[in-house]
């Protein structure tokens, strides 16, 4: 079977999409399967997915002739998307040719495809309209989509420590926000080991900023850009500061205690979620150095809150949701 893969991402639009279409892209190849990324972010695309996977450029996000023109030539059983510009009439030129699943975070227009999926903990709260037909429907933390390195670690259980010790900061790719220099500062004066990420799309001067608020903090804090154990750290972690992105996920099947912070609309949801459910501490980016604090102390405090976090988090995501999704769309394209 050849699958191709419609994604975009990078330091401007975030690399979410890329990171868990990637995650499909290692299921479907574990299987012997044929997969093609068709991009207009090409350069992050190549960073994220593996190496033997054809990348091809395509001129425009939302105008689908380019790529239904790379379709006639690829000839693929399935196509799968995950970019926000993918509306319905690009989703009904696309199903012209070939069958297509097509992964949203929301309801925002009309769905026209054959699988339909959304990993998201709100997935079955929205009113979504559907045209052409019903399409399959895979909704909710079922399917999730989880890097290769967060499933190697979900089955394990992750180390306890009643006092905390390590803490994790990870605000995406490129750091939108540029949030890391706050929230790093927050941690001053905390005994505890501290590693704040620098996502690849972040920039050399945000880095200068991260490693100078770094500097003049007590708290012994490690700064590293891109890290190829990211999925280690996370799991080690007592708790992290994170965005309200893909890598919630992540976390929360890691059983790692979150202060979580939309810093984009498409967050927002995801945010409420968590905290209508009370499975992480959520503030808002415009909150400040003393919330993040706060939450940092009510952590290290609060041993009953991240042991029911912990728990909470593993239950929701058991990081099977690649396979389910590659078994939705092997029957999809064998009909």
Same mark, same amino acid.
């Given at each position: 079977m050849h699958v191709v893969i419609r994604a975009d991402g990078g330091p401007k639009i975030g690399y979410g999409h890329l990171v868990r279409s990637e995650a499909l892209a290692e299921e479907l190849l574990s299987r012997g399967y044929e997969?093609? /990324?068709?991009?207009?972010?090409?350069?992050?695309?190549e960073t994220v997915f593996a190496a033997d996977i054809e990348t091809i450029k395509l001129p425009s996000r939302n105008d689908?002739?380019?790529? !239904?023109?790379?379709?006639?030539? &690829? &000839?693929? #059983?399935? /196509?799968?998307?995950? @970019?926000?510009? %993918?509306?319905?009439?690009?989703?009904?030129? %696309?199903? *012209?040719? !070939?069958?297509l699943a097509v992964f949203q975070d929301d309801a925002r227009h009309a769905i026209c495809t054959d699988l339909f999926v959304n990993g998201n903990l709100h997935a079955a709260d929205l009113n979504y309209k559907f045209v052409e037909q019903i399409p399959k429907t895979c909704l909710g933390t079922d399917y999730v989509l989880l890097r290769r390195e967060i499933q190697g670690r979900r089955n394990d259980d992750p180390p306890w420590r009643k006092r905390p010790q390590r803490a994790i900061v990870t605000m995406g790719?490129? #750091?939108?926000?540029?949030?890391?220099?706050?929230? /790093?500062? @927050?941690?001053? *004066?905390? #005994?505890?080991? !501290?590693? =704040?990420? %620098? *996502?690849?799309?972040?920039? /050399?001067?945000?880095?200068? +900023?991260?490693?100078?608020?770094? +500097?003049?903090?007590?708290t012994d804090i490690h700064v590293i850009r891109d890290p190829n154990d990211l999925a280690e750290r996370m799991f080690q972690a007592d708790f992290a500061v994170s965005t309200a992105s893909s890598t919630t996920y992540e976390l929360l099947a890691l059983g790692t205690p979150i202060v979580s912070i939309p810093v =984009?609309? +498409?967050?927002?949801?995801i945010a409420t979620a968590l905290r209508s459910r009370d499975i992480a501490t959520v503030l808002e980016s415009e909150d400040g150095e003393e919330a993040f604090t706060n939450a940092i102390e009510e952590y290290i405090n609060n041993t009953q809150l991240r042991r029911a976090r912990r728990i909470s988090g593993r239950k929701l995501v058991d990081g099977k949701g690649a396979k389910r999704i590659a078994d939705a769309m092997i029957d999809v394209a064998n009909r």
């Open positions: 997969v093609t /990324v068709a991009t207009t972010t090409p350069q992050p695309a689908p002739t380019p790529f !239904v023109k790379e379709l006639e030539t &690829l &000839l693929p #059983d399935i /196509v799968f998307t995950d @970019a926000y510009p %993918i509306d319905t009439k690009y989703q009904r030129t %696309i199903r *012209g040719h !070939v069958s790719g490129s #750091d939108i926000a540029r949030l890391t220099p706050t929230i /790093v500062k @927050a941690f001053d *004066g905390v #005994d505890l080991h !501290v590693d =704040a990420i %620098i *996502g690849p799309g972040c920039s /050399v001067e945000h880095e200068r +900023n991260v490693r100078q608020a770094a +500097n003049d903090c007590s =984009a609309e +498409n967050q927002q949801p």
